[in-house]
């Protein structure tokens, strides 16, 4: 188990290390950098530019030297702590982000909790009772939860809280905890407000759940042991639970890996839409104005977060399958 | 003891009997005309058998196509153009389609309307007015328009009477006739999926065909890269490559880079579907004949190899279009995709951007019914041709 537990952090680094790669390209694209926009904000704004300070300050985030040792600059320093400086805010990037990026954690963290409540019950259902109204009933209701936009279905949630409670559901928590320092009125406060944007992100996700589990489920229920568990008159619910159901939820941990990004993704629009405190909007609005290393570092930190949590999927899948954990070390 | 031929006289030579009735040598194992037809059904044949099982795939596809012929004609099947503005009709809402007056059958036609301003909301009240019937009229004379950018036309399936309005989904705040534009919006976003995926198809073919055949390091190195690609969220990433796009692109050229990102994005599972297909295959003893007989590989992989998964890469496609379709739509949602002049569903839905809109124009939010739909559709009928890609199971 310890040697695989090794390999896969192994595996890890160049994952990332390519991911960095890719991040970094992406951020350095737009031609010109924040500072050209900077200026040409300036100036239609009519004020004064003072040109040497725009180049004492390229001179001294590194703009003067080629992308290649700045990449590398960057690395260093994220492997140190140091995400870089956030010009927009003039703030060191890890004092902007704050909270926002727990915040993404725990609402990502909480919707799948929610997403394998709602699709566990109903890929069973679907799974023993295939075919029937049932199964078509609520495989229709998950596929429409992933029909339907995100951001729509925030904006009419939004509504319809307004008029039904008559209470506003933007933000994260109520205003005045925003900025606050945690407390355990603040933690209240967000649990009240975290089960908006944890149904809107999850509709999208159960979908594709319901359906591998039942897939999964299904394969198992017509393999040849459950036919022998139910001619030996072992109890219908028996037949269901104590192997088949074992084996499906091998995939249902595995399936973290694939879940994960898509939550994250939905959380970002979501995000946007309801302004909450996580990392989207503050991430559109870096992207906009090419503050290049707030930007990057949210990107690497989403890519961390998914790349941690498929880690932690196939440790846990290990733990349960001691198939997966003997060909460790070996490449399939 | 047979009594009808008696026996020869003994010495004389026995006598050959023949049957003249013609015999059939498989009588044993004959099978019913209905068996008959399954066993020398062609491969293609049971699929859309198979197919043909699955209801809601068949009603997927025929809606699919219908919408797909929709916005061939949508200069014909609009009842305005796309930009027509109706300055006194500004976010007048869904007009009814009557069929009686007065108890009396006119056909369809709407009641023709007054609009009075709220001096103290600013809001537009629209009421019907009861005596001026207004008959739809049908292949009639409307806004002129260039049918595909190429003919000079003004025909149309349906427009309003003389001097009438017909706003059967309302209008927007330039008063433009949601309808219509949501019919134009349909051959942008319907579109926008299909060339995101061919571009994906055909990378996550070579892509995923040369990795699964050759194996090895390049093996190797796609594996990593579709790890990494998988592992990062793709809104963001498409947020971060739409953000790329210089704002002096012309409308036409941004649709073609967002369609590139979707495709550029959206390869891995198809090239993952490649692979372990390919690893799968290349097993069988047909390829190991073809080898023996000196094909070399890339007619290995295109002629024998490449056939034998079509099906299920084209239900995997099918699969992956409504994220595409989604994604457009996100994307122009926060203004970094598409962008007006060009008219998508995602540009017709930034109209309901706020909660206000929501609650005085709920309208605005129509176009989201043909997205749902046809993102149902395309699911639908992705299940439908997975399962008959295997028609022998």
């Given at each position: 188990?310890?040697?695989?537990?090794?390999?896969?952090?192994?595996?890890?680094?160049?994952?990332?290390?390519?991911i960095?790669?890719?991040?970094?390209?992406?951020?350095?694209?737009?031609?010109?950098?924040?500072?050209?926009?900077?200026?040409?904000?300036?100036?239609?704004?009519g004020?004064?530019?003072?040109?040497d300070?725009?180049?004492?300050?390229?001179?001294?985030?590194?703009?003067?030297?080629?992308?290649?040792?700045?990449?590398?600059?960057?690395?260093?320093?994220?492997?140190?702590?140091?995400?870089?400086?956030?010009?927009?805010?003039?703030?060191?990037?890890?004092?902007?982000?704050?909270?926002?990026?727990?915040?993404?954690?725990?609402?990502?963290?909480?919707?799948?909790?929610?997403?394998?409540?709602?699709?566990?019950?109903?890929?069973?259902?679907?799974?023993?009772?295939?075919?029937?109204?049932?199964?078509?009933?609520?495989?229709?209701?998950?596929?429409?939860?992933?029909?339907?936009?995100?951001?729509?279905?925030?904006?009419?949630?939004?509504?319809?809280?307004n008029?039904?409670?008559?209470?506003?559901?933007?933000?994260l928590?109520?205003?005045q905890?925003?900025?606050?320092?945690?407390?355990?009125?603040?933690?209240?406060?967000?649990?009240?407000?975290?089960?908006?944007?944890?149904?809107?992100?999850?509709?999208?996700?159960?979908?594709?759940?319901i359906r591998r589990?039942?897939?999964?489920?299904?394969?198992?229920?017509?393999?040849?042991?459950?036919?022998?568990?139910?001619?030996?008159?072992?109890?219908?619910?028996?037949?269901?639970?104590?192997?088949p159901?074992?084996?499906?939820?091998n995939?249902?941990?595995?399936?973290?890996?694939?879940?994960?990004?898509?939550?994250?993704?939905?959380?970002?629009?979501?995000?946007?839409?309801?302004?909450?405190?996580?990392?989207?909007?503050?991430l559109?609005?870096?992207?906009?104005?090419?503050?290049?290393?707030?930007?990057?570092?949210?990107?690497?930190?989403?890519?961390?977060?998914?790349?941690?949590?498929?880690?932690?999927?196939?440790l846990?899948?290990?733990?349960?399958?001691?198939?997966?954990?003997?060909?460790?070390?070996s490449?399939? | 003891?047979?009594?009808?031929?008696?026996?020869?006289?003994?010495?004389?030579?026995?006598?050959?009997?023949?049957?003249?009735?013609?015999?059939?040598?498989?009588?044993?194992?004959?099978?019913?005309?209905?068996?008959?037809?399954?066993?020398?059904?062609?491969?293609?044949?049971?699929?859309?058998?198979?197919?043909?099982?699955?209801?809601?795939?068949?009603?997927?596809?025929?809606?699919?196509?219908?919408?797909?012929?929709?916005?061939?004609?949508?200069?014909?099947?609009?009842?305005?153009?796309?930009?027509?503005?109706?300055?006194?009709?500004?976010?007048?809402?869904?007009?009814?389609?009557?069929?009686?007056?007065?108890?009396?059958?006119?056909?369809?036609?709407?009641y023709?309307?007054?609009m009075t301003?709220?001096?103290?909301?600013?809001?537009?009240?629209?009421?019907?007015?009861?005596?001026?019937?207004?008959?739809?009229?049908?292949?009639?004379?409307?806004?002129?328009?260039?049918?595909?950018?190429?003919?000079?036309?003004?025909?149309?399936?349906?427009?309003?009477?003389?001097n009438?309005?017909?706003?059967l989904?309302?209008?927007?705040?330039?008063?433009?006739?949601?309808?219509?534009?949501?019919?134009?919006?349909?051959?942008?976003?319907?579109?926008?999926?299909?060339?995101?995926?061919?571009?994906?198809?055909?990378?996550?073919?070579?892509?995923?065909?040369?990795a699964?055949?050759?194996?090895?390091?390049?093996?190797?190195?796609?594996?990593?890269?579709?790890?990494?690609?998988q592992?990062?969220?793709?809104?963001?990433?498409?947020?971060?490559?739409?953000?790329?796009?210089?704002?002096?692109?012309?409308?036409?050229?941004?649709?073609?880079?967002?369609?590139?990102?979707?495709?550029?994005?959206?390869w891995?599972?198809?090239?993952?579907?490649?692979?372990?297909?390919?690893?799968?295959?290349?097993?069988?003893?047909?390829?190991?004949?073809?080898?023996?007989?000196?094909?070399?590989?890339?007619?290995?992989?295109?002629?024998?190899?490449?056939?034998?998964?079509?099906?299920?890469?084209?239900?995997?496609?099918?699969?992956?279009?409504?994220?595409?379709?989604?994604?457009?739509?996100?994307?122009?949602?926060?203004?970094?995709?598409?962008?007006?002049?060009?008219t998508?569903?995602?540009?017709?839905?930034?109209?309901?951007?706020?909660?206000?809109?929501?609650?005085?124009?709920?309208?605005?939010?129509?176009?989201?019914?043909?997205?749902?739909?046809?993102?149902?559709?395309?699911?639908?009928?992705?299940?439908?041709?997975?399962?008959?890609?295997?028609?022998?199971?």
């Amino acid at each position: 188990m310890l040697r695989y537990i090794v390999w896969r952090i192994a595996v890890m680094v160049p994952t990332l290390l390519i991911i960095s790669a890719l991040v970094f390209t992406i951020i350095e694209l737009p031609p010109g950098d924040y500072f050209d926009s900077y200026v040409a904000e300036l100036r239609a704004q009519g004020e004064g530019v003072d040109s040497d300070r725009i180049e004492m300050m390229r001179k001294e985030y590194g703009f003067d030297k080629p992308p290649v040792i700045r990449y590398f600059y960057w690395v260093g320093g994220m492997l140190q702590g140091d995400f870089g400086y956030s010009f927009e805010y003039e703030l060191p990037v890890r004092d902007v982000v704050g909270d926002r990026m727990w915040l993404t954690v725990l609402v990502s963290f909480v919707t799948i909790i929610f997403t394998w409540l709602i699709a566990f019950p109903i890929g069973m259902y679907s799974a023993t009772h295939q075919y029937s109204w049932g199964d078509y009933g609520l495989t229709f209701l998950g596929l429409l939860g992933l029909a339907i936009p995100n951001f729509m279905l925030a904006l009419i949630l939004m509504y319809f809280a307004n008029i039904w409670f008559g209470t506003s559901i933007g933000h994260l928590m109520d205003q005045q905890y925003l900025g606050q320092p945690m407390s355990w009125d603040k933690a209240k406060s967000i649990l009240a407000h975290l089960w908006i944007p944890v149904l809107i992100i999850g509709t999208g996700g159960t979908a594709s759940m319901i359906r591998r589990l039942r897939a999964n489920l299904l394969d198992e229920l017509h393999k040849q042991y459950v036919v022998t568990a139910r001619a030996k008159g072992l109890s219908p619910f028996k037949t269901l639970v104590k192997y088949p159901l074992r084996m499906a939820l091998n995939f249902f941990i595995s399936d973290i890996g694939s879940i994960l990004p898509a939550i994250i993704s939905g959380a970002e629009i979501t995000a946007i839409v309801l302004s909450l405190e996580t990392t989207g909007p503050m991430l559109i609005k870096a992207l906009q104005s090419q503050d290049m290393y707030l930007a990057g570092s949210f990107l690497m930190f989403l890519a961390f977060l998914t790349v941690i949590g498929v880690l932690i999927s196939d440790l846990a899948l290990a733990l349960l399958d001691p198939r997966i954990r003997l060909q460790g070390g070996s490449t399939k | 003891m047979n009594t009808h031929s008696p026996l020869p006289a003994p010495g004389a030579p026995l006598q050959h009997y023949v049957s003249t009735a013609p015999f059939d040598p498989q009588s044993v194992e004959a099978m019913t005309p209905e068996q008959a037809k399954v066993f020398q059904a062609s491969q293609l044949r049971l699929m859309w058998w198979k197919f043909r099982k699955h209801r809601l795939a068949v009603v997927s596809g025929v809606f699919l196509l219908a919408l797909y012929l929709v916005i061939m004609f949508c200069e014909f099947l609009a009842p305005y153009n796309l930009h027509t503005r109706n300055m006194d009709f500004i976010y007048a809402p869904p007009q009814r389609v009557h069929l009686f007056h007065n108890g009396q059958f006119v056909g369809p036609f709407v009641y023709g309307r007054q609009m009075t301003l709220d001096m103290d909301t600013l809001k537009r009240n629209y009421t019907e007015k009861q005596d001026e019937v207004q008959p739809i009229r049908f292949f009639c004379k409307g806004d002129s328009y260039r049918f595909w950018g190429l003919i000079e036309g003004d025909r149309h399936f349906v427009c309003p009477a003389e001097n009438g309005q017909l706003f059967l989904a309302g209008t927007d705040r330039l008063g433009r006739d949601v309808l219509s534009r949501i019919i134009y919006g349909a051959r942008i976003s319907l579109t926008i999926g299909l060339v995101g995926i061919s571009f994906s198809f055909v990378l996550g073919i070579v892509i995923g065909g040369l990795a699964g055949y050759h194996g090895g390091v390049f093996d190797l190195i796609v594996q990593r890269i579709i790890e990494v690609l998988q592992s990062i969220p793709s809104i963001p990433l498409w947020l971060s490559l739409a953000a790329i796009m210089p704002i002096t692109w012309s409308p036409i050229l941004i649709y073609f880079g967002i369609t590139v990102i979707l495709g550029l994005l959206d390869w891995t599972g198809l090239a993952r579907a490649v692979r372990s297909k390919l690893l799968a295959l290349r097993e069988e003893d047909y390829v190991l004949a073809a080898q023996l007989m000196g094909a070399k590989s890339s007619r290995i992989i295109g002629r024998h190899l490449i056939p034998g998964f079509m099906s299920h890469l084209i239900a995997t496609a099918t699969i992956s279009i409504p994220g595409m379709i989604l994604g457009e739509t996100a994307l122009s949602f926060l203004g970094l995709g598409l962008r007006a002049p060009i008219t998508s569903w995602g540009i017709l839905l930034t109209e309901a951007r706020s909660v206000s809109v929501i609650a005085f124009y709920p309208w605005l939010l129509l176009p989201m019914v043909p997205v749902v739909l046809v993102i149902l559709a395309f699911n639908f009928l992705g299940d439908g041709l997975r399962d008959a890609a295997d028609p022998y199971k």
